[in-house]
């Protein structure tokens, strides 16, 4: 996915990176919590895992890998993408999301770059954006698909790709439990020099590769880029790759975060520079209406 770069900045920030959940929307709305309801219900339904090791084994691999799907591949499980996202993400409460004309003003009166990064699939990521009202307000989205492409694609960079070695169809899913890593098991043992923590086929925040890869992707120099998040853990991923970082959902400012917000809509009141710095359109002349290009492309 190429961007094109239509303004010539004259400021400290030519891009605005934004995570997606419980960043462009509250953390009340519910879609969390149900979120993660939905992957322990997938890890027993589809996967067989024993309810009463659920809970333990999805913190763990949520703490380790990024998500817990990424934790699930990396110790043996194998399913396909598309299921699992519909399953986890189907289900959820889009209801409690409603339009949010007062954050997509405040976007579209930005004359700088915005990109969408998430861990989440595009369908989810443009079906959250549909309803917020948003859709519009935004370059491009990087998204699961687009670090994690199932096929080598010519979109793709090479040596970093992903190797997808497991069947396409749910239907073919495999799941041989004599080759489930016991990360439950690891992780009490720490001394065990002889155990080492598999690695996961799927690249995520808050990885620095996931991080770098999508900027990368999307042309974007993370000392210029302003880094929206609601994880501390991404965004202290972030600060390690050279992003500008404001932790969005809480007033009190954590280490590593250049800004906090308790609310994305009050990103005029925290950084006002953004609507004051001096913009040159390089082609139009005009920059009214900033996203006009990307829907979701992966
Ligand atoms: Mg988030």
Redesign the pocket.
């Known amino acids: 996915m190429e961007f094109e770069n239509r303004y010539r900045q004259v400021s400290k920030y030519d891009c605005l990176l934004f995570?997606?959940?419980?960043?462009l929307y509250p953390l009340s709305s519910g879609l969390?919590t149900a979120c993660a309801n939905n992957i322990r219900d997938y890890m027993a339904e589809k996967l067989g895992i024993d309810q009463r090791k659920i809970l333990e084994l999805s913190n763990l691999l949520y703490k380790n890998y990024g998500t817990t799907m990424a934790g699930l591949r990396a110790i043996g499980y194998n399913f396909d993408y598309d299921d699992y996202h519909s399953f986890v993400h189907g289900r959820l409460p889009y209801e409690n999301l409603k339009p949010d004309p007062v954050l997509r003003s405040l976007l579209l009166s930005l004359p700088i770059r915005k990109v969408i990064f998430?861990?989440a699939d595009k369908v989810h990521a443009a079906k959250v954006l549909r309803i917020l009202g948003l859709e519009d307000c935004f370059e491009g989205i990087i998204c699961f698909e687009t670090l994690n492409p199932t096929y080598k694609s010519a979109a793709s960079d090479g040596e970093d790709d992903i190797q997808f070695t497991g069947p396409r169809s749910s239907s073919n899913m495999t799941k041989c439990k004599t080759e489930i890593f016991d990360i439950v098991h690891h992780i009490s043992q720490p001394n065990d020099l002889g155990s080492v923590l598999p690695k996961s086929p799927i690249v995520c925040k808050p990885s620095e590769h996931a991080i770098e890869k999508a900027l990368k992707i999307s042309n974007i120099n993370p000392q210029k880029t302003l880094f929206f998040?609601?994880?501390i853990r991404?965004i202290h991923a972030g600060k390690r790759v050279g992003l500008n970082t404001v932790q969005?959902g809480t007033c009190q400012r954590t280490k590593g975060a250049d800004y906090a917000l308790e609310s994305i809509h009050n990103i005029r009141e925290a950084l006002p520079e953004l609507w004051t710095t001096s913009t040159i359109a390089s082609e139009s002349g005009s920059y009214g209406k900033v996203a006009v290009e990307t829907s979701v492309t992966a």
């Open positions: 995570d997606l959940d419980d960043t969390a998430t861990n998040e609601d994880s991404n969005v």
